[in-house]
């Protein structure tokens, strides 16, 4: 029985992955499914989105890079619930905003196996980030959150570290090259003292002042 399939680099665009899913959706087995790095676009991702109540045995999907935009990524938030045993989900550099957010955010926590969302170089901005922190509820079981590159301000970061003590087993969280200021600090340490597993914080490329930074690091 075939568990896993790696078609990244490729030209799909959604006419194949129509075609594709015609076959995928007899691959009850699948475990890892990578289609990043193709031209899926919106219609692509809602051909996927169609056949995933047939994949339940699915722990990884990786979708990076392909100009997914918010409808595609809500039509996929949709179907998620039907992936019982998803653990990572791959979702970097697809025009991905707060409207598709608004979804998944709704949609999270009726995945209860999902441990690391990737979310790097969209548009989430501090709406974005706030619509899924709302689906970070009790006994979240997310491990790893990258959402690094997304136009986050200290607004949405605070409402993130609010959200996040919801996830008891954080491990790593990734908000490289936003536009987090010294406002955000407090919160970021207060998560730091609250989340004692967490052992990677990555706050690089943002707008915090040596100070704030050498606290964060105390």
């Known amino acids: ?21 015609k076959g995928l959706q007899h691959c009850s087995n699948l475990q890892s499914l990578g289609i990043s790095f193709n031209k899926l676009g919106c219609g692509g991702t809602t051909f996927l989105a169609a056949i995933l109540h047939h994949l339940t045995e699915l722990k990884e999907l990786w ?3 392909n100009q997914i935009g918010d409808t595609g990524i809500a039509n996929l938030a949709q179907q998620l619930q039907y992936c019982p045993k998803l653990e990572e989900l791959g979702l970097a550099t697809n025009c991905i905003g707060h409207k598709g957010t608004a979804v998944l955010g709704d949609m999270l926590p009726l995945c209860r196996s999902l441990k690391r969302i990737r979310f790097k170089s969209n548009q989430l901005g501090d709406e974005g980030i706030a619509n899924l922190a709302r689906g970070m509820k009790e006994n979240c079981p997310l491990e790893v959150l990258g959402v690094s590159h997304n136009q986050i301000g200290s607004r949405g970061a605070a409402i993130l570290f609010r959200a996040l003590p919801h996830c008891a087993g954080l491990q790593q969280l990734w908000l490289v090259g936003n536009e987090l200021t010294d406002e955000c600090v ?16 990555g706050l690089r490329g943002n707008r915090l002042t040596k100070n704030s930074t050498e606290r964060i690091q105390e």
């Open 1 to 21: 029985q075939l568990h896993t399939i790696d078609l990244r680099e490729n030209l799909f665009e959604a006419k194949d992955m129509e075609i594709l899913a």
């Open 63 to 65: 979708l990076h890079d």
């Open 186 to 201: 407090d919160g970021a340490i207060e998560l730091l003292q609250t989340l004692k597993c967490l052992k990677e914080l």
